[in-house]
């Protein structure tokens, strides 16, 4: 209702296309009338003018954001938030990237036009925790980029010193991604000179307002602006501005963005060294070569300068004071002018800025740049200075206006030229609009053969003199019959008087006026070259960040224009002077565009991107229409039934005159999408609801299938069960019945098969009772018997004992019967085993055992000793009288009737000592002998022999009692002690036996007489613990006793 009065309101009409009469003077009251009204922005179709207020307006509140928000662009009122918003749906909805195109003079409002584009896309554009971040370094970069590269000027307090295209870019969503800042000639002579009323770039305002006291110690620097020479030693702060708090800002917006306190701390270092390179004095003294030579005049600054960077001063010094040449292959150290190293010194500023100045872009790039590999969509914001025209235009101002003269040429090929040669070539009837193309001035200067610029570049390249005035002589008869150049000598020679052209200077007639630049320092400039010097002691640095800055638009965007007027030269708010205002809507053509907007159509597009767009609006093209694109669309707006003047049928696109059909048109494309997406959202929900129904019911029966065969089964098993048990008790039960039955019939048969065997046994009793005899039954006995031990013996044949003699095990009687036979059968077959082991014995084997035999009945359990004896064999000669040739004298008396030849000891009669003989018993003798002569000593007839005593206990004690006719023992008896006294008396015994066939008298005894020369002598056996434990101690007492001790 607002947009549809603002649009009837004569007066003040929104849309510049309504305007009625079309004339300046009503073009420029419209524009004065809105501004009156504060209504600053107005449209000429979908190109927006802004007027500068100079003041803040209420229509920025975020209400405002809502209010434009999807809004159509022809229904609300002007606002540059629509053609913000415009751009940003045609970016997200139609895929279409965008660039925003923002002209004007200086102070025109551009930058901040910019910010508002950019601050409504951010908030429109979704929220979330990553966008947000996205979108808040998006925004902070400006302060920052603003306090580096804006400063004051005559015409703008805030004015963008560099050329700025900010590329902001969206996933498919819309949501920002992130972006990419490109920057364009920054203005770098401001940093050494810059006129009185205007500042050097706001940074070094802020950072002495607004460093803190330690900062600005830490960088050498004065609060105070009027020591700093680069800073006109003047103090300017600006009334409004508090440069103080614009740094803290900037502070803030660096950290947002992701600089950190080092790169800041860096970043402030270079500008705090820029600053002091101004104060940097030179002075002049001359050398003994008579040449001029430039020193430092105060070598504090220097040394400060160094500090900071890590530098030598020495070698700063000789970089700024002299230069290296290099001729041929030599390289020759010459020494500077003070001009000259004033100008080195100040190229070295202006050097380390503008590197600086590049490096914090591409710092901010590197945060916010996208990563790659996403798909994304770019919405461009173009903020370059504004045309400028001073009193002294120099170089910067050349370029500064080219720039701004190529983008009008851009606006003027897109919106008049390009569209009125598209009406043509689509056969559209059209009557030509005239209009000033600017073509013909940016061909003067970029013309790649014979333009300005490759002029200057081929001066700048030429050998030989070269300086400005040759440039501008080769201008003057380059352009001669130029239209839009002019200079001294042009005029000169068309006879034109002008007072106001100095020479050394040039005249171009730019699109937005005439402005006159003066050649000097064009060259140098176009050269931009830093003494290799001075650059190669910058790389010495050790500071980092200086170290690294000395290292040795897109056509298929769609543009969106925003046009800044200014209404004043003052920066006065609400002051509207028409004449400069329509100088600026001349000189942008603004006429030109509202004739060829209003003879023209708003919208055109290819049938084919049309049809697709709107086929759903008519049932004829939905969905899908078979025949031509140009066909479809014009079934399609046949059937909606526009006016047939609001639309014109191009050869290959279709036209619509005003932006209020194509908004009806949009509006109903909505209105059927809406339709078509509840369609698309019905069908799809019943869709969903359907197949999720016939899943489920598919489950459903799954579940209840196997829910009914558990159930089935379960109800099986329990039947199952129950048949099992009441089968297995009708069965146990018929069991039973059958089992009693068939035992009662087996008692039966039973019963009956023992009456009847009673009854035929009495029967066969009393038939055959005559005919049994008596003894009968004994003869069954005996039959019996016989059977019974035949079994026996034949079961004794088949397991007997096994025939060791040890072996006395003898299986038991099986009947008591035949118990005493099974003993008498035992011991006969122990005697038969014997007497076969016996048989198989060898005769001396046989002597032996019976040696042993005879050794038993002798000592069984009467001594001691014998039980240790059985052990050990009867070996007979222990003395090896055969092999030692030493008793060869015994072995003779031997000879073959040897029985046993041993060592005894002989106990002394009288004292009772031992001695140790030779023992040799014969078939005839017993033979004592030394042992060391090997000769007889005592030979004893085995007649002589009377009886042998040996105690009861395990010593090898024995005295020999000799008869008393005996002729060998002439001392009386031997007191022998043997240490095989079991085997020495056996075989004595023996020896006798075979000799004299009479037995050994052995006497056993603790007590017996011996009968010595000397008398008799009573000898005791007394068992003690002092004798040892097999020899026994004989001891006298007195003449006629002796005590044996053993043990
Ligand atoms: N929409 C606006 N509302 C209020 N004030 C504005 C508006 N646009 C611009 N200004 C004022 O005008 C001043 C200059 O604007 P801006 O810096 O955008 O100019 P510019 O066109 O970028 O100039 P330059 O080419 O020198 O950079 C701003 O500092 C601000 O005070
Ligand atoms: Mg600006």
Redesign the pocket.
């Known amino acids: 209702m607002e947009a549809t009065n603002a649009q009837l309101d004569a007066a003040a009409v929104g849309d510049l296309v309504l305007l009625d009469p079309l004339t300046e003077e009503s073009l420029l009251q419209t524009l004065q009338e809105r501004f009156r009204r504060s209504h600053?922005y107005t449209y000429i179709g979908d190109v927006v003018i802004?007027v500068?207020?100079?003041?803040?307006?209420p229509i920025y509140t975020p209400e405002k954001v809502q209010e434009y928000r999807n809004c159509n662009f022809f229904a609300v009122t002007p606002h540059?938030y629509a053609i913000a918003d415009d751009a940003y749906r045609s970016l997200r909805d139609r895929d279409r990237d965008q660039c925003i195109l923002i002209t004007?003079?200086?102070?025109?409002?551009?930058?901040?036009?910019s910010k508002?584009v950019m601050s409504y896309v951010a908030a429109v554009c979704s929220k979330g925790e990553e966008v947000d971040k996205v979108k808040e370094q998006l925004l902070q970069s400006n302060p920052v980029l603003e306090a580096f590269g804006?400063a004051k000027?005559v015409?703008?307090?805030?004015?963008?010193?560099f050329g700025k295209y900010m590329d902001v870019e969206f996933d498919f969503k819309g949501e920002p991604l992130g972006g990419v800042i490109s920057n364009y000639l920054l203005e770098k002579s401001r940093i050494v000179r810059h006129v009185k009323g205007e500042r050097n770039f706001h940074i070094f305002y802020q950072l002495l307002a607004g460093g803190s006291v330690q900062l600005l110690q830490q960088l050498k620097l004065r609060q105070d602006c009027r020591h700093y020479g680069y800073l006109n030693r003047e103090s300017s702060g600006l009334p409004g501005v508090d440069d103080a708090a614009n740094f803290r800002a900037m502070q803030d917006a660096m950290r947002v963005i992701g600089f950190s306190p080092a790169e800041v701390t860096a970043l402030l270092e270079v500008t705090a060294v820029v600053l002091k390179l101004g104060n940097v004095q030179l002075s002049s003294s001359h050398r003994a070569s008579g040449m001029e030579a430039c020193s430092i005049a105060e070598p504090q600054e220097l040394q400060e300068i160094c500090d900071l960077i890590g530098l030598d001063p020495g070698t700063l010094e000789r970089a700024l004071c002299s230069r290296t040449v290099k001729a041929r292959d030599e390289t020759v150290l010459t020494t500077l002018s003070v001009p000259q190293g004033y100008y080195g010194r100040d190229a070295l500023a202006k050097n380390i800025y503008s590197r600086l100045f590049d490096w914090l872009v591409n710092r901010i790039n590197t945060s916010i740049q996208v990563k790659p590999g996403k798909q994304r969509k770019v919405m461009g914001v173009l903020?370059?200075?504004?045309f400028e025209i001073f009193q002294d235009n120099g170089f910067e101002q050349f370029i500064i206006n080219y720039c701004n003269e190529k983008l009008q040429q851009i606006f003027i090929l897109m919106t008049l030229k390009e569209q009125q040669e598209e009406y043509v070539r689509e056969g559209i009837r059209w009557t030509p609009v005239e209009f000033f193309d600017n073509s013909i001035i940016c061909d003067l200067i970029e013309n790649s053969k014979c333009g300005v610029l490759a002029m200057l570049d081929e001066e700048c390249l030429r050998p030989g003199v070269v300086n400005e005035d040759t440039f501008l002589a080769k201008l003057d008869q380059l352009f001669a019959g130029h239209k839009h150049y002019e200079s001294k000598e042009t005029q000169s020679a068309r006879r034109v008087m002008d007072a106001s052209l100095p020479p050394r200077c040039f005249r171009i007639h730019h699109y937005a006026g005439k402005v006159t630049y003066n050649v000097t320092g064009f060259i140098e400039k176009n050269n931009d070259l830093l003494f290799r010097d001075l650059s190669q002691a910058m790389w010495a640095a050790r500071h980092a960040l200086l170290r690294s800055l000395f290292p040795e638009g897109d056509p298929q965007k769609n543009p969106n224009y925003i046009r800044?007027i200014k209404p004043n030269e003052t920066?006065a708010a609400m002051l509207f002077t028409p004449e400069l205002v329509l100088a600026q809507v001349r000189y942008l053509g603004l006429m030109e565009n509202v004739r060829v907007r209003r003879a023209g159509y708003a919208f055109r597009q290819l049938y084919g991107p049309f049809l697709e767009r709107y086929k759903m609006l008519s049932p004829r093209t939905w969905p899908r229409w078979a025949g031509s694109e140009r066909q479809g669309a014009e079934v399609l707006l046949a059937e909606l039934a526009f006016p047939p003047e609001e639309l014109a049928f191009g050869h290959t696109k279709i036209f619509i005159c005003s932006p209020c059909t194509l908004f009806d048109l949009e509006r109903r494309r909505q209105e059927r999408v809406a339709e078509l997406a509840t369609l698309i959202q019905k069908i799809f929900r019943g869709w969903r609801c359907r197949t999720r129904y016939q899943l489920m019911r598919k489950s459903q029966i799954i579940i209840s299938a196997w829910f009914r065969g558990h159930m089935q089964k379960n109800k099986y098993k329990r039947l199952k069960r129950s048949a099992l048990t009441l089968q297995a008790y009708a069965r146990g039960w018929q069991s039973r019945r059958l089992l009693r039955e068939l035992k009662l019939q087996s008692r039966r048969r039973a019963a009956a098969a023992t009456i009847a065997a009673y009854w035929r046994g009495y029967q066969v009793r009393r038939t055959y009772r005559r005919y049994f005899r008596s003894e009968a039954s004994t003869r069954l006995a005996n039959f019996i018997y016989r059977q019974l031990v035949q079994k026996f013996l034949l079961g004794l044949g088949r397991n007997l004992p096994p025939l060791s003699v040890m072996d006395r095990t003898w299986p038991p009687a099986p009947y008591k019967f035949l118990a005493d036979a099974n003993q008498e059968l035992r011991s006969i077959f122990y005697r038969w085993k014997c007497k076969r082991y016996r048989e198989q014995l060898t005769p001396q084997r046989r002597a032996l055992l019976r040696a042993k035999l005879c050794a038993s009945e002798l000592f069984k359990d009467k001594k001691t000793l014998y039980s240790k004896s059985l052990q050990e064999p009867f070996r007979g000669e222990y003395l090896g009288l055969t092999q030692n040739p030493k008793y060869q004298k015994l072995h003779a008396v031997a000879k073959d009737k040897l029985v046993m030849a041993d060592t005894v000891r002989k106990v002394n009669r009288a004292s009772g000592k031992t001695v140790p003989r030779l023992l040799l018993l014969t078939t005839e003798h017993l033979v004592l002998a030394d042992p060391k002569a090997a000769q007889p000593k005592t030979v004893l007839s085995l007649s002589d022999i009377h009886s042998v005593s040996v105690t009861r206990f395990s010593d090898g004690f024995l005295a020999l009692h000799l008869k008393e006719t005996s002729t060998g023992g002439a001392k009386g008896d031997f007191l022998l002690i043997s240490d095989h006294l079991i085997e020495l008396v056996t075989r004595l015994h023996q020896t006798l036996m075979d000799a004299t066939a009479q037995a050994l008298s052995l006497h056993i005894t603790d007590q017996f007489s011996t009968r010595f020369q000397k008398g008799n002598v009573a000898v005791t056996v007394v068992e003690s613990a002092k004798a040892g434990s097999d020899v026994p101690v004989c001891k006298k007492r007195g003449s006629h006793k002796m005590e044996v001790l053993v043990h």
Request: charged share 25%.
């Open positions: 600053i802004s500068n207020p100079y003041r803040p307006l540059i004007g003079e200086s102070g025109a409002g551009k930058t901040e036009a508002l804006n000027t015409r703008n307090d805030n004015s963008s010193r903020d370059i200075y504004g800044c920066k």
